[in-house]
């Protein structure tokens, strides 16, 4: 099997990646990591936890190697969680080298993040309007920048962000590297990848069919007015304690969380609108076992890394089957089995297909005995033309 030396790492980072425990690198860091170190151009698919983080990280640590003051890689990421997680994994892979990373996002103090740049920085990981902001203000110069990564690059396209992206990256060198991961590449996604880059080497991991394997899928079908108290059994009855419930929108994930504090169900909340301080201190509290059930908007459905999730219950299903494999991924981590139920109304039934289709199973019988019965059907006679 192919160790991180073959792939090009040196001796001490692999050495200090063996100490962390990854002793054999993952498909998507095999395939991309040789193609960042010679400098190409890459647009790679890989899933929720595919170590796709590491696939870049680690080369862009290996071709830094030496602190600077000026940023020479920029990370632009979706929301503020995944900003931190990505920063957080430069932080432990560069622990024994002297450079610098710093976390730059919106909802949190403006002046710190300034201070922070001003002492000399070599890794900047953003959100694209905070950032945007700061380089607009001058206090964030971007002309040294060697690697660009656009982490997400389908979610980046679906918040609206690509206005602000682009205001970025004409503040770069044309003679940069950049590399896009994204969980998938539609359309769109080649079209930035053609807008922003140079003949990239196109990499694609486990994309035909995405089958989180360690995880149980059950779909229960029920009205709307009946998932608050259906809800209220599963969590109580099955004694979940460590839950993250999905819905639309912030309103919903209000209304579920106070409907399960009525029963007597610790629950909080995090969506778009609530301050990144607030966020931090509700994702302390829920990783420290203060409450046991997180209701989220999809905003957390990336970026948050916490191992221990037991269960994961979408009360609505999302539009889109890629974000339903992103939410039912925070469960089922290193290893461990997970659960993952979702509410299905009638409204929404149509979309099982699109889940079924991607995942590669059958998560509702009563469209397996769709299937079965429209195959056992005998055919329709076709009816004469007459002239």
Known sequence: MTNFIELGLSKPLSALVAQLGFTQPTEIQEKTIPHILSGQDV???AQTGSGKTAAYALPIIECLEVPDKSPRALILAPTRELAQQVEQQ????????KLRA???YGGSGYEQQRRELKRGVDIVVATPGRLLDLVESGDCKLSAVEILVLDEA????????????????????????????SATIDDRVKYIASEFQMTPVTIQVNTARIEPTEIEQRMYHVNEFNKDALLAQLIQESK?????????????????????????VMAEEIHGEIS??????????YRNGAFSVLVATDVAARGLDIPSISHVINYDL???????????GRTGRAGRSGVALSFVSDEQRHLIRDIEKITGRVLDPNTQARKTQ??????????????
């Open 154 to 181: 389908d979610r980046l396209l679906d918040m609206g962000f690509m206005p602000q992206v682009r205001k970025i990256i004409r503040k770069l060198s044309p003679e940069r590297q950049t590399l896009m991961f």
């Open 90 to 97: 430069f932080q432990m892979f560069g622990e024994k080298t």
């Open 43 to 45: 647009l790679a698919s």
């Open 276 to 285: 990144q301080a607030q966020r931090e201190k509700t994702l302390s509290m």
């Open 102 to 104: 710093v976390t730059i």
């Open 374 to 387: 429209a195959l056992r059907r005998p055919p329709v006679p076709r009816r004469r033309r007459f002239i």
């Open 318 to 328: 999302p539009d889109s089957p890629e974000d339903y494999v992103h939410r039912i």
């Open 240 to 264: 979940m304690d460590s839950v993250i419930v999905f819905t639309r929108t912030r309103r919903k994930a209000n209304w579920v969380k106070s409907r399960l504090r009525e029963v007597n």
